[in-house]
């Protein structure tokens, strides 16, 4: 008898899920796209980290510029990014410690000793 009402559960959850449809968003709540490359701080940075190349978790900027994290920030609870403190590299290839490179055909080689 329990099997039997787990089914119909299952069932009855399956179909619900099915039949579910999206909210329309009011005209007022429509929010303009953004482009997947914007960044959500006034700073333009943002976390990033590459553990298998080498690279901890950065301040990553949309000019692809390396920063450290601002731990005044952090430890206050705000976003570690914005803005962020002292300048690293231009790019991750130039971060200190990078150990991946670029193979002939164009893939990436992880874990390369500099």
Avoid at 19 to 28: E, L, M, T
Avoid at 36 to 55: D, H, I, M
Avoid at 63 to 92: E, M, R, V
């Amino acid at each position: 008898m329990k099997l039997s009402n787990l089914i119909s559960s299952i069932a009855l959850l399956a179909a619900s899920v099915g039949q579910a449809s999206p909210v329309a968003n009011a005209p007022s709540e429509v929010l303009p796209a953004r482009e997947l490359e914007e960044r959500q701080t006034a700073s333009g940075c943002n976390y990033f980290a590459a553990p298998r190349c080498c690279v901890p978790t950065v301040c990553q900027c949309s000019n692809g510029w390396i920063y450290q994290l601002n731990q005044d920030n952090l430890n206050n609870g705000l976003h570690g990014c914005d803005p962020p403190w002292g300048f690293i590299a231009k790019s991750n290839s130039q971060f200190p410690g990078y150990c991946c490179r670029e193979a002939e055909d164009g893939t990436l080689i992880e874990g390369v000793e500099p």
